[in-house]
C-alpha cells in the first residue's frame, strides 16, 4: 500500500482532528470560492437567455443582476442569524430538523445532497469552459479534462481539509485580484470612451423571440446558480477559529460585498461591451479580452478563473461528506459514512460525490449550460427550509429583539421561496424535474434505512435473551478426496465438536468406493457418509442432508460445516480450484443454526 | 431457478450420458456442416482476392478451387485411417499427443482451441453476412444479430447435443438440396447458354494489381478456410452408432463429395456469370439471384445458409468443451472444464467459447474479410501434426499393408504442412500473426496449469503426514457492541475452545468505557480485552494481537476468531452494515494457524 501513502499521506492520528482552525482570509478563501466563482458562469447564462431576444434585450441583464444581488443580500443576512444561533455547525439539515420537523429536515438534506454534486459537476465543467477559451485545441478533451479535474480533487480531499485550505487560498485571491483588476479597468475605459483593446468576438444572433416574462424569469432562474454556496460557511463553521460566530457573520458579509460587485460589474461591461455568449468563448474569456487583449493579464484571468472554480469544487467536497456522516449518524444514510478514515476525512462520501458528479459529467458532455438547468432548485429549497427554521427557533425562544432578527429571516425565506418557484416553474422542463423528482425518492431512501436500523436496534437487544445452555455441536466434514487438506479439516472438525461426521457426495461410484476404502485407513473413529448425486450437484445433497440433521432440533443444537480452503500462493491459482466453499456457504446461508467454517491450507507454491 | 430450467429443461440424471448415438444421416448433419458451410464464405474470400487483378485474373478461381479440392481429398483419406486407429476419438490432440509427445499434442490442443473459436466467429459472420444480403435492412444491426446468433447457440448447447442433433439435421439437408438446385440449374443455363435471370449486380472494379506467385497463394490461403471442420467426425466418433469407424469413414467420405461438388460448382458458376464479391451482397447470393431471380428459391437459398453456418458453429460449440474437457482431465486447464453439468454438457466450455467468439465477432464488427486471414492458421497446424502422429503410430505398428497406410497419412501430413506454410506466410500480416503468437502462449499456460497441480498434489499426499495431536484452540471474539448478536457470537465461541478472549478495538474511548462496563453484566467468565488504535483501523490491532499470540506457537496451536455475521431479509439491507468479517477475514488468510469463522445472525425483517 505504499503508493496509498504516497499519494494520500501517512495515517493521521484521531486527537489531531480538531487541530488547526481557520481565521477569516483563509475561511474566506474556503468557504467563498463557491459564491464568487459563479460570476464565471452565472452573468453568461443571464445573457444567453436574454441574447435569445436581441441586442436591446440585453440591457436587462443589469436589473436581473440587481435582483439576484438583492436577494444575496437578503440571504446574507438571515444566514448571520444562522452562524451566530449555531456556532457549533447550523447546515440547513440541522436547521430545519431541530426547528420544523425530521420530514422538512430530510428534504433540505436530499436537496443539498444533490446540489452539491452538481456544484461540484458545474464548476468542473465551467473551470474545463475557462482553460478551453484560452486554449481552444483542448475543447474536444473537455470531458476528460473535467474529469481529471475531480481526480485531483479527490487526491487533495482524501489527504484532508486542513493542508488543502492553505493550498487553495492563492486561487481564491488571485481571482479576486485579478478579476477586481479587469472590472475596474473595463469601467474605467468605459468612462474614458475609450475603444475595446480586441472586439468582442461574437456577434448577437437575431433576435428569435420577444422579451417576454417568462424569458426574464429563466434569466433570472439561470443567474441564481450564483447563489450556491453560501450556506458553506455556516456548514463549516466548526473549522473557523473562535470567535466562530463573529468570524463566520464577517465572512460573509465580506463575501457578500466582493460578489454584488462582480456580479454587477461583469452585468454592465457585458452590456457595454455588446459581449453574449458564443463562438467558444465564455463570456468572462470574451470581457477579458475586450479589456486586456490577449496579453498575460488575460491568460492569468482565465487561469485564476480556472483555479477557482476547483476550489469551489473543493467546497462540495468538504460539505457533502460532513452531511452524509451527520445523516449517517442519525441512521438515515448507511453507517458506513459515518467512519473518518485514516486520513480523518470521511473517504467514503468523497468518493460517492465524486463518482456521481463524473456521471453528470460524462453525461452531459461536460457542458455548463446543460447542467445549469438542474442547478439552484436543490440549494434554494434548502435556503428556504433553513431560514423558515430560524424563524420559527427566533419565534418560540423570543429573545431580545426577536421580532427583529426573525423578520431578518422570514424576509430571507420569502425571497429564496419565491425565488425557487420562479427557478422550479422555469427550468422543470430542461431538468429540473430530474432533481424534483430525485429529492422525494432520497427522502424515502433516508426514511426507509432508518426504519432497518430501527429493527436491527429491536432484534440485537439483549432484553428477553434466552439463559445460556451448553451448545450441542455436530461437525460435518464435505470429503470429496483424500489428502493432507481433508486430514487437517477433520482434525479440526474433531477439536471443536463432540460429534463429527464425514460426508461424501457421490458424482463418480469408483471414486466413492475408493474413498470408501481410503477411509478405513485413515478415517480414524469418524463415520462417513456417501450421498448419491443423481444430477452431478454436490450442493443439492449436502443441504438436504443438513437440512435433514437440523430437522426438529431444540435451539441449542448447531451444525458447523467444515471445509477444507485451498490458499494458493498467487491469487490466479485460486481459478485452478473449485469454488465449492464459497457456493456451499452461499447455499446455507439462511439456515439458523447453521455456521460454515473453511480451514485454510496454505501452498508454498 | 425456474427459468433457468425453462431455458434450459430439467437436470438429465448421470446414466444417461452414453443414450442416443447418431446414425450416418445425422452424423454427416452433425458433422459435416462445418466443411459443407464453408462453401459460404471460402470461395467468396478466394474471388475476393483474385478480383484485385481484374477480370481475367478470376479464371484462377477454378485451379485453385481444385487444388484446395485435392488437399480435401488427402485429409478425408488420411481422416479415414484416423478413424478407424481411434474409435474411442482421435482429436489431433490425442493423436500428436499419443504418437509425437506432450509438446506436439499441446500445440495442436492450441490451434484447434484458437480455431473453434474463430469457426464460430467467422460462421456467425457469415451466416449474417447470408442474412443481410436478402435483406439489406439488417445491414447496421450486424454485430447484434452475430451476438443473437450465439445467444442461442448457447441455449441450444447447454440444453445438450442430443436433441440439439435432430434440430440440426433439417438446416443441413435443406442447405444441401438449395445449394445442390442452385448449382445444377446453374450449370445447365450455362451449358443452354440462356442469360442470367437478373444480372450480377457488381462490377468487376479495375485491376489494381498484377496477377503474381503472391496474390495467387493469397486466394488459396483464404479459401483454404473451406477445409477447417473435416476433422469434427473424428473427433465425436463416439457421438456415432456401432460400428463407429465405419461409419465414421463413410460419412468423411460423402463429406468430401458434396463439398468438392459445391465448392467446384460455385466456383465454375461464380466465373461463367462473372460475379465477384461487393454490392453488400455474398457472392452466393449473387449467384442465387442470378440463377433463380429474386423468388422464393432465392430467400430459401440465403436462409438455408443462414440455418448451416449456425449448424456450422454448433460444431465447435460440441468440440470445444469436449476438448476442454480433455485438457482439464490431464491436468492442463482448470479442472472446473472437466465437470459435467447438470445437463450433461461442459457448461463452462460453453459459456468461454461463446463469449470468446463474441468478443472476436465485436472487435471485428462482424466481418467475415476481416475474420478470415486468422482462420485456418490453427487447423491445418493441427491437421499437419496429427497426420504426422499417424504416420509414426503406423510406422511403429507395423500392422499389415502398414505402409500404403503410413504413405497416405504422409501424403495429408506433407499436403497440409505444405498449405500451412502458405497461409502463415501470405496472411502474416493480415492477421495470421496473432494466433501464431497466441498458440506458444497458449502452450505456456497449459505446462504452467500443469506445474500447479503437480505442486498441489504434492502437498496435499499424505505422505509423512504428521501424527495426530490433540488441538489447544483458543478463540477470539472481536466485540464492537455488545448485542444479541456478540453474545450468540459468544456462545458459539465458548461451544468450539476452552480458551476464549473477547477484544474490543478502541477507537473511540468513551465506547471503549461503556464496553467495559456491560462487559460486568454479560461477559460472563470471558475476559475482555481493549486494544487501542490510533489510526481508526479495526483490522491493524487485531492482527497485531492475534500474531503476538501465534508468536511461537506450536504446530497443534490453532487460534479462531469468531464474528457475528448480520443475514440480513434482503440482499441490500447488506449495505448498511460493515463488511468487517469480509475484511478480517482477507488479512488473516495468509496466516497458518488461524481459522476466521462467522456465525450468522438472522435478521427476520
Known amino acids: 500500500m505504499s503508493w496509498k501513502r504516497w499519494l494520500l499521506g501517512t495515517p493521521l492520528e484521531t486527537h489531531r482532528f480538531s487541530e488547526e482552525r481557520l481565521g477569516i482570509p483563509l475561511a474566506l478563501a474556503v468557504f467563498s470560492s463557491d459564491a464568487l466563482s459563479s460570476v464565471a458562469y452565472a452573468t453568461e447564462e443571464i445573457l444567453l437567455y436574454l441574447s435569445l431576444a436581441g441586442v436591446a434585450a440585453l440591457a436587462y441583464s443589469l436589473p436581473i443582476s440587481g435582483a439576484i444581488v438583492l436577494i444575496m443580500a437578503m440571504v446574507v443576512a438571515s444566514y448571520r442569524e444562522t452562524v451566530y444561533a449555531y456556532p457549533g455547525g447550523g447546515g440547513s439539515y440541522i436547521v430545519a430538523r431541530e426547528n420544523l420537523g425530521?420530514?422538512?429536515?430530510?428534504?433540505?438534506?436530499?436537496?443539498?445532497?444533490?446540489?452539491?454534486?452538481?456544484?461540484?459537476?458545474?464548476?468542473?465543467?465551467?473551470?474545463?469552459?475557462?482553460?478551453?477559451?484560452?486554449?481552444?485545441?483542448?475543447?474536444?478533451?473537455?470531458?476528460a479534462i473535467g474529469l481529471l479535474f475531480l481526480v485531483l480533487l479527490v487526491v487533495g480531499n482524501l489527504r484532508g481539509i486542513r493542508q488543502s485550505g492553505a493550498i487553495f487560498a492563492a486561487p481564491t485571491y488571485l481571482f479576486i485580484a485579478a478579476m477586481a483588476t479587469m472590472l475596474v479597468t473595463g469601467i474605467v475605459r468605459t468612462a474614458m470612451g475609450l475603444p475595446p483593446v480586441e472586439p468582442p468576438p461574437a456577434a448577437v444572433p437575431d433576435p428569435t423571440q420577444a422579451v417576454t416574462l417568462f424569458l426574464l424569469m429563466r434569466a433570472f432562474s439561470a443567474?441564481?446558480?450564483?447563489?450556491?454556496?453560501?450556506?458553506?460557511v455556516s456548514n463549516g463553521i466548526q473549522a473557523i477559529k473562535q470567535p466562530e460566530s463573529r468570524n463566520a457573520a464577517v465572512t460573509l458579509t465580506i463575501m457578500g460585498c466582493i460578489l454584488a460587485f462582480f456580479f454587477l460589474g461583469a452585468s454592465y461591461l457585458a452590456h457595454a461591451y455588446v459581449v453574449v455568449p458564443g463562438a467558444g468563448q465564455t463570456v468572462i474569456s470574451q470581457l477579458g479580452r475586450v479589456v486586456f487583449g490577449m496579453g498575460p493579464m488575460y491568460y492569468v484571468l482565465q487561469g485564476a478563473t480556472a483555479l477557482i472554480l476547483m476550489v469551489a469544487a473543493n467546497t462540495a467536497f468538504?460539505?457533502?461528506?460532513?452531511?452524509?456522516?451527520?445523516?449517517?449518524?442519525?441512521?438515515?444514510?448507511?453507517?458506513?459514512?459515518?467512519?473518518?478514515?485514516?486520513?480523518?476525512v470521511f473517504s467514503n462520501g468523497i468518493l460517492i460525490?465524486?463518482?456521481?458528479?463524473?456521471?453528470?459529467?460524462?453525461?452531459?458532455?461536460?457542458?455548463?449550460?446543460?447542467?445549469?438547468?438542474?442547478?439552484?432548485?436543490?440549494?434554494?429549497?434548502a435556503f428556504t427550509l433553513s431560514q423558515a427554521g430560524m424563524v420559527m427557533r427566533q419565534l418560540r425562544?423570543?429573545?431580545?429583539?426577536?421580532?427583529?432578527?426573525?423578520?431578518?429571516?422570514?424576509?430571507?425565506?420569502?425571497?429564496?421561496?419565491?425565488?425557487?418557484?420562479?427557478?422550479?416553474?422555469?427550468?422543470?422542463?430542461?431538468?429540473?424535474?430530474?432533481?424534483?423528482?430525485?429529492?422525494?425518492?432520497?427522502?424515502?431512501?433516508?426514511?426507509?434505512?432508518?426504519?432497518?436500523?430501527?429493527?436491527?436496534?429491536?432484534?440485537?437487544?439483549?432484553?428477553?435473551?434466552?439463559?445460556e445452555r451448553p451448545i450441542r455441536h455436530t461437525a460435518i466434514v464435505p470429503v470429496s478426496a483424500i489428502n493432507r487438506a481433508t486430514i487437517y479439516a477433520l482434525r479440526y472438525a474433531k477439536s471443536i465438536a463432540h460429534e463429527?461426521?464425514?460426508?461424501?457426495?457421490?458424482?463418480?461410484?469408483?471414486?466413492?468406493e475408493l474413498i470408501r476404502e481410503q477411509w478405513k485407513t485413515w478415517g480414524g473413529t469418524v463415520p462417513l457418509r456417501i450421498l448419491e448425486s443423481q444430477y452431478r450437484s454436490v450442493i443439492g445433497p449436502l443441504v438436504d442432508h443438513i437440512d435433514d440433521l437440523m430437522h426438529g432440533r431444540r435451539r441449542n443444537e448447531m451444525v458447523t460445516v467444515v471445509l477444507p480452503e485451498f490458499v494458493t500462493a498467487h491469487w490466479w491459482e485460486g481459478l485452478f480450484h473449485n469454488?465449492?466453499?464459497?457456493?456451499?456457504?452461499?447455499?446455507?446461508?439462511?439456515?439458523?443454526?447453521?455456521v460454515v467454517t473453511s480451514v485454510p491450507f496454505h501452498f508454498s507454491r
Open 102 to 143: 425530521v420530514l422538512p429536515g430530510l428534504v433540505a438534506a436530499a436537496a443539498l445532497l444533490i446540489d452539491y454534486v452538481l456544484t461540484v459537476a458545474v464548476s468542473a465543467a465551467a473551470g474545463v469552459a475557462a482553460l478551453t477559451s484560452a486554449v481552444p485545441a483542448l475543447f474536444t478533451h473537455r470531458v
Open 223 to 232: 443567474g441564481c446558480a450564483a447563489m450556491t454556496g453560501i450556506e458553506a
Open 318 to 344: 468538504a460539505d457533502f461528506p460532513r452531511l452524509t456522516s451527520i445523516l449517517a449518524n442519525d441512521r438515515f444514510l448507511p453507517r458506513q459514512l459515518a467512519n473518518l478514515g485514516d486520513r480523518l
Open 353 to 381: 460525490l465524486a463518482s456521481s458528479a463524473g456521471f453528470l459529467i460524462i453525461v452531459f458532455g461536460g457542458d455548463t449550460h446543460k447542467l445549469i438547468p438542474l442547478y439552484a432548485v436543490g440549494v434554494f429549497l
Open 397 to 467: 425562544r423570543r429573545k431580545s429583539h426577536f421580532r427583529l432578527h426573525a423578520a431578518v429571516s422570514a424576509t430571507g425565506a420569502c425571497a429564496t421561496g419565491a425565488a425557487l418557484l420562479v427557478i422550479a416553474f422555469t427550468k422543470f422542463l430542461q431538468g429540473a424535474w430530474i432533481v424534483i423528482l430525485l429529492i422525494p425518492l432520497f427522502v424515502f431512501a433516508f426514511l426507509r434505512t432508518h426504519r432497518h436500523y430501527f429493527f436491527v436496534r429491536q432484534q440485537l437487544s439483549l432484553r428477553e435473551i434466552e439463559p
Open 500 to 512: 463429527v461426521e464425514a460426508v461424501h457426495i457421490a458424482i463418480d461410484p469408483h471414486r466413492a
Open 579 to 594: 469454488q465449492s466453499a464459497f457456493l456451499i456457504k452461499g447455499a446455507l446461508l439462511f439456515r439458523p443454526g447453521v
